[in-house]
């Protein structure tokens, strides 16, 4: 049987554009896996490695017009959205290599043999290896930043892993375009191309992270079908980490005296911030928790203004626009449920941004609302108005793990008032803002960008130089002969690497 085709989509018709590839067979997963998995030790040499990340930025950049006329064609993003996305891909390349050449990823400890310990030390040092094969799932939102050349795949040829990427089927084109990039800097610098192989096909995601040479898997897409490779990764005979990114309602609080002070501004910072790339942002502040009284009044006055005034958009397919649809009409339906700005169709491609309200009592226990305590895709956010600090306190106590949470409070609050709210939001979320907005992910050494389950499968950060972590394993090495160990590790530092000596910093 000949396999299926994977066809180029246009979002803003519907319309396939063209077919550029098909869908990968098990065979041809193994091969992938096979190849990459055969060219791993071409990546040992740090140098290398740093030189093909500064090369694949330097190839992306070059062919930017390309590129993003590729992806803004499956996307229907804009031109200005993805230039931006490419300069922050090619950004997390650079960082990368200046991570890798710098070395403290590699944690290195050394301890040396003290019989005066109880219990004595033998000479231990401690570094970190590369896990081997990473498979890595790109998402439909960011056709760069978290797809072929994203941050899974920066991160992963970083530590010294080459990546199979299996392709999201809304940006096939995109990816093939990408991928080639990146072969070409691989080949440029000196590296087999095979440390970076690409697939299309659903069967073949799943094939991929069953595979018995894939090491470790990055995920960034829906809760179904993160939690079904998930699933599949742990129950592999030897399981894998799967670095999954799921889902986030990304919580906002807002205090009486935020809104009395600045309501108008919040409400305004909220609209833009939740109708940002047509609500497409995994970071998109999707439940907002607003006072009742004149103040709260008066910034839904504002966020009615400015989501009203805001144009209808295209998403990303049509499927993503059928299940938004679908969302907003079962939960504005609900009882005690206003839609002060109505959400739903634009026309026949397009979506129409809008927000419902609810009383935050409704939402204090379990009951039919609960859907409104549920990540809805696109532009789309709930506001829920409360009577007492209380009320604020029960809501959150129900929410599940998310990227961020936000606390909006007044410059008096700042000075130590609102410590309690900020604390009751901090379990709930891997970055807490106060007086932000969460859409917008910097790409720095403190960021981290995670969270509770769903918001990710595992503790760690896909954004930011510690995202590297996610692919090592640490090993030590007892008693073993300077002449034996690697040079990371040797006594005489041949490598100048920062490392702990003795508990020090040396």
């Not at 064609?73 to 390349?93: D, K």
């Not at 709930?382 to 600090?389: F, L, T």
């Not at 929410?399 to 409070?409: F, K």
Request: one cysteine or more; proline letters at 8%.
């Amino acid at each position: 049987m000949a396999a299926a085709p994977v066809w180029s989509v246009d979002p803003r018709s519907g319309n396939p554009r063209e077919q550029v590839a098909a869908e990968a067979t098990a065979e041809e997963v193994d091969r992938a896996v096979r190849a990459a998995h055969a060219v791993r030790g071409s990546l040992a040499d740090r140098a290398t490695r740093a030189a093909f990340l500064r090369t694949a930025a330097e190839r992306l950049t070059g062919a930017a017009e390309r590129v993003v006329a590729a992806a803004d064609a499956e996307t229907a993003l804009g031109p200005a959205r993805l230039n931006g996305e490419l300069a922050r891909t090619a950004a997390q390349l650079r960082a990368f290599a200046e991570v890798v050449e710098e070395g403290a990823y590699l944690d290195i400890h050394i301890d040396h043999a003290d019989a005066t310990r109880t219990p004595p030390w033998p000479d231990l040092r401690r570094y970190k290896i590369p896990l081997g094969v990473v498979a890595v799932y790109a998402a439909s939102n960011f056709p760069l930043a978290f797809s072929v050349p994203g941050g899974d795949t920066a991160s992963a040829l970083a530590a010294g892993c080459p990546v199979v990427v299996k392709a999201h089927p809304d940006h096939p084109a995109t990816s093939e375009l990408c991928a080639a990039l990146l072969r070409e800097a691989a080949a440029e610098s000196g590296l087999p191309e095979d440390v970076v192989t690409l697939v299309h096909g659903f069967d073949a995601g799943v094939a991929l992270v069953r595979h018995p040479l894939v090491a470790a898997a990055g995920f960034t897409g829906s809760v179904r079908g993160g939690r079904a490779l998930f699933d599949a990764a742990a129950a592999r005979p030897v399981p894998i980490p799967f670095h999954g990114e799921l889902g986030s309602l990304n919580p906002v609080v807002v205090t009486g005296a935020a809104a009395a002070e600045r309501g108008e501004e919040i409400g305004a910072g909220l609209a833009a911030s939740m109708t940002m790339g047509v609500g497409q942002f995994c970071t998109k502040p999707g439940f907002v928790l607003v006072p009742e009284g004149e103040s709260g009044d008066r910034l839904l006055k504002s966020l009615t203004d400015a989501v009203s005034g805001t144009g209808p958009g295209v998403l990303l397919d049509h499927r993503m626009r059928d299940a938004f649809l679908a969302g907003v009409t079962e939960r504005a339906a609900l009882p005690e449920v206003d839609a002060p700005v109505v959400p739903g169709a634009g026309d026949a491609h397009t979506v129409a941004a809008g927000f419902l309200t609810v009383p935050a009592r409704a939402l204090t226990t379990e009951g039919p609302h609960d859907a409104l305590l549920e990540e809805c895709f696109g532009p789309v956010t709930v506001v829920a108005r409360y009577a007492a600090e209380d009320e604020i306190t029960a809501v959150l106590s129900r929410l599940p793990g998310n990227l961020t949470a936000t606390l909006h409070i007044s410059a008096e609050e700042a000075e130590g008032a609102a410590a309690g709210l900020l604390a009751a939001l901090t379990p709930l979320a891997g970055r807490v803002l106060v007086n932000g907005w969460p859409t917008g992910v910097a790409v720095a050494p403190a960021q981290h960008h995670g969270g509770p389950y769903p918001a990710t499968t595992s503790t760690s950060t896909s954004v930011g130089a510690t995202a590297i972590e996610r692919w090592l394993r640490p090993v030590s090495y007892q008693t073993t002969p300077d002449a034996l160990l690697p040079p990371e590790l040797r006594e005489d530092n041949p490598l100048g690497l920062p490392r702990r000596v003795n508990g020090r910093t040396a």
